[in-house]
């Protein structure tokens, strides 16, 4: 289908186009089955998207292009989607979208903008992070089976602190844990938090974790990367699509899944119809995070 066509989503007008380019050449995936999967994931997607600002990546010409982060809502945004203030790339403020229904994903779906990124705060208290995340990223020819066991150690860790923690996959190479908090602590504590577990992760796995961020010293380690905790930066979100050379997906995972990883040296990676399925078989595995109530330890964990 070229042109255009207008759909209603909820009572919603959203007017979309060139549905059949594809923006997944190696998988055929088309931009309407990105709109598809937009709709069909929406229940469980804008609990974890709502009241937050959101930056977009777009990939207009499909993943095989160069694609750009768009920070700032475009002003051909419908009238109901809203926006909120949040941190630009020199500190001052920059207006966002925010996504708190489904015609926005489907807006979005129309405009390529295949991946979702999202920080750790609410828009309407950007100094308050409601998480910290524990962004686990493998550098080759590690892979998912290292950050599988560095997330499994993590979790020794975060359980002795009196702490409990969330995976999902970033849908590219890595795993990412989140520590849901909902009480009151700053950026740079969560990011103290969050350096502090890598160090002690650095202690306990020696030659296999890492927490610097030079690239000469990542080879065949996983690096605790304590800095996505920043008030500033933002992670890719749960049940976004990545753009990679298939569809794949962040996605929510169980801790013997991670276990299974480590232990039998599998890949975790689910592409969108997986996610989908995954959906409707077991309900929003990441559910937890909007609702657990946890504080940092004072000392180090």
């Given at each position: 289908?070229?042109?255009?066509?207008?759909?209603?989503?909820?009572?919603?007008?959203v007017v979309l186009s060139?549905?059949?380019?594809?923006?997944?050449?190696?998988?055929?995936?088309?931009?309407?089955?990105?709109?598809?999967?937009?709709?069909?994931?929406?229940?469980?997607?804008?609990?974890?998207?709502?009241?937050?600002?959101?930056?977009?990546?777009?990939?207009?010409?499909?993943?095989?292009?160069?694609?750009?982060?768009?920070?700032?809502?475009?002003?051909?945004?419908?009238?109901?989607?809203?926006?909120?203030?949040?941190?630009?790339?020199?500190?001052?403020?920059?207006?966002?979208?925010?996504?708190?229904?489904?015609?926005?994903l489907v807006w979005a779906a129309n405009?390529?903008?295949?991946?979702?990124?999202?920080?750790?705060?609410?828009?309407?208290?950007?100094?308050?992070?409601?998480?910290?995340?524990?962004?686990?990223?493998?550098?080759?020819?590690?892979?998912?089976?290292?950050?599988?066991?560095?997330?499994?150690?993590?979790?020794?860790?975060?359980?002795?602190?009196?702490?409990?923690?969330?995976?999902?996959?970033?849908?590219?190479?890595?795993?990412?844990?989140?520590?849901?908090?909902?009480?009151?602590?700053?950026?740079?504590?969560?990011?103290?938090?969050?350096?502090?577990?890598?160090?002690?992760?650095?202690?306990?796995?020696?030659?296999?974790?890492?927490?610097?961020?030079?690239?000469?010293?990542?080879?065949?380690?996983?690096?605790?990367?304590?800095?996505?905790?920043?008030?500033?930066?933002?992670?890719?979100?749960?049940?976004?699509?990545?753009?990679?050379?298939?569809?794949?997906?962040?996605?929510?995972?169980?801790?013997?899944?991670?276990?299974?990883?480590?232990?039998?040296?599998?890949?975790?990676?689910?592409?969108?119809?997986?996610?989908?399925?995954?959906?409707?078989?077991?309900?929003?595995?990441?559910?937890?995070?909007?609702?657990?109530?946890?504080?940092?330890?004072?000392?180090?964990?």
């Amino acid at each position: 289908m070229t042109g255009r066509t207008t759909v209603r989503v909820d009572g919603r007008e959203v007017v979309l186009s060139n549905l059949d380019k594809v923006l997944y050449p190696e998988a055929g995936f088309t931009k309407a089955e990105v709109v598809d999967f937009a709709v069909r994931s929406a229940p469980v997607v804008l609990a974890h998207l709502a009241g937050r600002c959101i930056t977009m990546k777009r990939f207009p010409d499909g993943v095989t292009s160069e694609g750009f982060f768009e920070k700032r809502c475009p002003r051909h945004r419908p009238a109901w989607v809203p926006t909120s203030p949040g941190p630009g790339d020199r500190g001052g403020a920059v207006e966002y979208c925010r996504f708190e229904e489904p015609a926005a994903l489907v807006w979005a779906a129309n405009l390529a903008a295949l991946e979702l990124h999202v920080p750790m705060a609410l828009a309407s208290d950007l100094d308050t992070p409601t998480a910290v995340v524990i962004d686990l990223d493998p550098g080759p020819p590690a892979g998912m089976a290292e950050c599988a066991e560095v997330a499994l150690a993590a979790r020794e860790v975060l359980a002795a602190a009196g702490l409990e923690a969330w995976p999902k996959t970033s849908g590219s190479k890595g795993l990412q844990l989140y520590v849901p908090l909902l009480t009151p602590v700053t950026h740079d504590e969560a990011a103290t938090f969050a350096l502090a577990l890598g160090q002690v992760l650095e202690r306990r796995l020696p030659g296999r974790v890492l927490v610097d961020m030079a690239r000469d010293r990542r080879v065949g380690k996983v690096m605790v990367d304590w800095s996505q905790n920043a008030r500033h930066k933002t992670t890719i979100g749960v049940y976004s699509l990545r753009a990679r050379p298939r569809p794949t997906v962040s996605t929510p995972v169980r801790w013997d899944e991670v276990a299974d990883a480590a232990e039998r040296r599998i890949e975790l990676r689910f592409e969108a119809a997986d996610v989908l399925a995954r959906i409707a078989s077991v309900g929003d595995l990441f559910a937890p995070v909007l609702t657990t109530r946890q504080h940092l330890p004072t000392g180090r964990p």
